[in-house]
């Protein structure tokens, strides 16, 4: 099946400082990946779509100023926090669309910010 | 707009009983995608199954079933003789065609007791 890796898998900084999560599609091409958060016992929320060599779409409420997304190829998607806060810590999940109606998803990295 | 209910917050059962998760959704379109999702301690989402919207037909997998119906807006999800392993938070979706966007419940916990 499709496999989907997340790098880290858990990371913890210190406020202020900006962490890249990278997230990668290993068996596949996927033109589209999607970026979720999740935190402690809610739902996933989706905070952009993103297209392979063309700008992120985010979802309302989510500042593309503070998490930039950049998909620089059809295997790579990199998501960074920056300036990160405590109130940004949370799972984050990336998925990746195959070209079909199935979204296959990464382990998730837990941020923490101190 | 897109929304899923999962009105279950919490279901706790003992082993081998069955148990049963309610999904209802809301859309306007007329193509689109269901899904179930397993999300154990871990944090991994893991897909259980699909479902389009013109195919109404029930699924049996195992100990799973599915139960579609559209006349009522709701996807049901049923484990069979439940087991320890079985506890996780399990998540419907319902994803539109047009831009493949998912949107999650937000979810059931099942915790399945020895």
């Known amino acids: 099946g499709a496999v989907v890796s997340q790098h880290p898998s858990r990371v913890i900084c210190k406020s202020g400082t900006s962490v890249k999560i990278e997230c990668r599609s290993l068996?596949?091409?996927?033109?589209?990946m999607f970026w979720y958060r999740q935190f402690p016992k809610q739902s996933l929320m989706l905070m952009a779509t993103?297209?392979?060599?063309?700008?992120?779409?985010?979802e309302q409420g989510v500042e593309k100023d503070k998490f930039l997304i950049n998909h620089a190829s059809l295997t790579l998607s990199t998501l960074t926090v920056t300036s990160a806060h405590p109130e940004d810590s949370s799972f984050y999940i990336c998925?990746?669309?195959?070209?079909?109606?199935?979204?296959?998803f990464g382990p998730g990295t837990r941020l923490l910010v101190l | 707009a897109q929304k899923v209910t999962q009105a279950q917050t919490e279901i706790s059962v003992v082993e081998k009983e069955d148990v049963t998760l309610d999904c209802v959704y809301e859309?306007?379109?007329?193509?689109?995608?269901l899904f179930w999702y397993k999300q154990p301690p871990s944090g991994e989402l893991v897909f259980l199954i699909r479902?389009?919207?013109?195919?109404?037909q029930n699924e049996i997998s195992g100990r799973y079933s599915w139960n579609f119906q559209k006349s009522t807006s709701s996807f049901n999800f049923t484990i069979t003789a439940s087991q320890v392993v079985d506890s996780a938070v399990y998540f419907c979706?319902?994803?539109?065609?047009?831009?493949?966007?998912?949107?999650f419940g937000a979810g059931t916990t099942v915790t399945v007791r020895a």
């Open positions: 998925s990746a669309d195959l070209g079909g109606e199935t979204q296959y």
């Open positions: 068996d596949f091409q996927a033109t589209t």
């Open positions: 993103s297209n392979e060599g063309s700008k992120a779409t985010y």
């Open positions: 859309t306007r379109d007329t193509t689109y995608y």
């Open positions: 479902r389009n919207s013109f195919d109404e």
């Open positions: 979706a319902l994803l539109r065609h047009n831009d493949y966007k998912l949107s």
